[in-house]
């Protein structure tokens, strides 16, 4: 069943989209700010994505990265309001020339559709004068970026929170690059988490940002000590995440505990 639950907070209005209510991971919220919307949703939402964005006029479109959930409606978006997406310089390659996702994402989302993109600058400015800091956090996608406002104390995640403890990991994903991601995160002033999952968080966000990389660590520490017992990775995921489950069979692992523990193996848990 869709959900259609909206969001407000301050000038920040968000609308919950989704084919299939199946948690935070098959549902996904856009966010505006007056005339610029963050992350343009999936393809085969969007009758409902279009009758939010044209309740007022839309100007700029930012994109936090390629996922077809975050950018699959950017390019009709880009022509019913004739704009030119902002999105991250390392994705626009993808962007252009269409990409491919897998059955089970296509089920989900819809295919995503190929769109010219500009690159994000520096900063961004706000309808109302504040400005938007882009920043670099790589690790669920190499070309993530989360937006930071300082002058507000928020933070518009793309896909770096989602949740406060992980148990599944795409194949394409970098534990370490995450970890990293976050911690250079948390050293960003900011209190309001806007997750396009989650939605919104409100005041406790950095709290629950650094919950989540305190869960990573133990995992990745529990599974390290293990591994040095000589217990064998296929054991670690049983004992630590429970026997694989439909996620990891209906994407061929693509999607799976064994790729979330394999990479815990690798992550250095002291601070840099
Ligand atoms: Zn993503």
Redesign the pocket.
């Known amino acids: 069943m869709p959900i259609r639950e909206r969001f407000k907070l301050g000038p920040v209005e968000g609308v919950r989209v989704g084919r299939f209510n199946k948690g935070v991971n098959t549902t996904f919220v856009l966010y505006r700010w007056a005339d610029t919307l963050i992350d343009a949703g999936p393809t085969n939402q969007w009758k409902p994505v279009r009758s939010f964005l044209d309740e007022k006029p839309l100007r700029q479109l930012l994109l936090t990265?390629h996922?077809e959930?975050?950018a699959g409606n950017a390019a009709r978006i880009s022509n019913r309001y004739n704009l030119t997406p902002i999105a991250p310089q390392q994705c626009e390659n993808k962007l252009t020339n269409g990409y491919k996702t897998p059955l089970l994402q296509r089920i989900i989302w819809g295919r995503p559709q190929a769109v010219a993109t500009t690159a994000l600058p520096d900063q961004v400015p706000m309808p109302d004068g504040s400005t938007l800091v882009p920043l670099h956090t790589p690790g669920?996608?190499r070309d993530?970026h989360v937006f930071h406002i300082p002058d507000q104390g928020w933070l518009f995640s793309?896909?770096l929170f989602i949740a406060r403890a992980i148990r599944y990991l795409r194949s394409d994903e970098d534990l370490q690059l995450l970890v990293n991601s976050i911690r250079k995160a948390l050293e960003l002033d900011f209190d309001t988490l806007f997750c396009p999952h989650r939605g919104i968080v409100e005041k406790t966000g950095k709290d629950m940002l650094s919950q989540k990389l305190d869960n990573i660590l133990k995992l990745c520490q529990q599974a390290q000590d293990l591994n040095a017992q000589g217990v064998e990775t296929d054991q670690i995921v049983i004992k630590l995440l429970g026997p694989e489950d439909y996620m990891a069979k209906s994407t061929r692992f693509n999607f799976s505990k064994r790729n979330m523990i394999t990479e815990a193996l690798k992550v250095s848990v002291q601070a840099a």
């Open positions: 990265h996922h959930d975050h669920h996608a993530l793309g896909d």
